[in-house]
C-alpha cells in the first residue's frame, strides 16, 4: 500500500523556522519525484517545490525562493521542506505529492497521484 505521511507543521512567529517531513512506504523512493503544494483554504493548490533525479533537480515557486530548501534522504524514503524566514503569507495546509519518474519537471498538482493527508503550517505576524 503506497503511503505518504507529513510532519512538523505547526504555529510559528513570522521570521520563525519549521521543516516538514515525509516520510514514504510502499513505493521505490528514489523512482519518484516528490514535491511539496500548499492549499489555503478555499483557493487552489498551489506548488511550492519538487525534487527528482539520481542529482535531485530541484524546482520553488518565486516566492520561497532562497527561504526553502526541499531535500529528500533515499535511505529512510524521506522528503523534507525546510522552511526559513516564515512569513503569514506562507499559512496554509502543505502537502507531500509523488509521482512516478523523473526526467520532465512537475509542476502542476493533476502531475501527481500520489498525496498526504497535509499538515498546518501557521504563521502568525
Known amino acids: 500500500q503506497v503511503q505518504l505521511v507529513e510532519s512538523g507543521g505547526g504555529l510559528v512567529q513570522a521570521g520563525g523556522s519549521l521543516t516538514l517531513s515525509c516520510e514514504a512506504s510502499?513505493?521505490?523512493?528514489?523512482?519518484?519525484?516528490m514535491a511539496w503544494f500548499r492549499e489555503v483554504s478555499g483557493n487552489e493548490r498551489e506548488f511550492v517545490a519538487s525534487?527528482?533525479?539520481?542529482?535531485?533537480?530541484?524546482d520553488y515557486i518565486d516566492s520561497v525562493k532562497g527561504r526553502f530548501t526541499i531535500s529528500r534522504d533515499n535511505a529512510k524514503n524521506t522528503a523534507y521542506l525546510q522552511m526559513n524566514s516564515l512569513m503569514p503569507d506562507d499559512t496554509a495546509v502543505y502537502y507531500c505529492?509523488?509521482?512516478?519518474?523523473?526526467?520532465?519537471?512537475?509542476?502542476?498538482?493533476?502531475?501527481?497521484?500520489?498525496w498526504g493527508q497535509g499538515t498546518q503550517v501557521t504563521v502568525s505576524s
Open positions: 525534487i527528482r533525479g539520481p542529482v535531485d533537480y530541484t
Open positions: 505529492a509523488a509521482r512516478v519518474g523523473w526526467s520532465t519537471r512537475a509542476l502542476e498538482s493533476e502531475d501527481y497521484i500520489i
Open positions: 510502499g513505493l521505490t523512493f528514489g523512482s519518484y519525484t
